[in-house]
């Protein structure tokens, strides 16, 4: 799982080094980019939040048809298998090689505490989940639960 924050320490002689390795070891490879999402082309898993899908397409996913018409757009761009959006209060979205997306509304939680790490969970455990064979759909659902968990505490 590659987690990408922007600080210069997930570089293109890094990716150039790392992915082909991985993809040679047959390894599951996921990441989670605060930007630049196509430097992680064909990689099985990517885990933008929505205003990160909305710089790489250049344009608003704001309302539902955007959102996957602009999920289905990015999937082919990135030729990756997952792509998960996370869309803050509404939920997720998980698009398949296979064009299909769906959203996985927001699970209702009481007290929301803090919302620093959300997407990272999600990112997390949607990974671990493909990991233990869980399918796509199985680990957008875990992910959504445990994202929701998450913002409950501090």
Same mark, same amino acid.
């Given at each position: 799982?590659?987690?990408?924050? &922007?600080?210069? @320490? ?16 047959? =390894?599951? %490879? ?15 898993? %990517? ?8 710089? &790489? $397409? ?6 539902? =048809?955007?959102? $996957? ?8 761009? $990135? ?15 998980? +698009? ?6 769906? @959203? +996985? /509304?927001?699970? /209702? ?16 455990? +949607? ?17 959504? $639960? ?9």
């Amino acid at each position: 799982m590659i987690s990408d924050y &922007e600080n210069g @320490v997930v570089d293109k002689p890094i990716l150039d080094m790392l992915l082909p390795l991985a993809r040679k070891s047959e =390894k599951f %490879i996921s990441a989670d980019s605060h930007g630049q999402l196509d430097r992680f082309r064909g990689i099985n898993a %990517i885990t933008p939040n929505q205003p990160e899908a909305e710089a &790489e $397409l250049g344009r608003s996913l704001q309302d539902h =048809k955007a959102l $996957l018409k602009g999920g289905q757009e990015l999937m082919q761009r $990135l030729d990756c298998e997952n792509l998960l959006i996370t869309l803050g209060a509404m939920g997720m979205a998980l +698009f398949d090689q296979h064009g299909s997306g769906e @959203v +996985f /509304p927001a699970k /209702p939680v009481a007290g929301v505490a803090d919302t620093t790490g959300a997407g990272d969970t999600v990112a997390g455990v +949607f990974t671990l989940s493909r990991l233990s064979q869980a399918t796509p759909r199985e680990a957008a659902q875990l992910a959504n $639960l445990a994202g929701a968990a998450v913002v409950t505490k501090l």
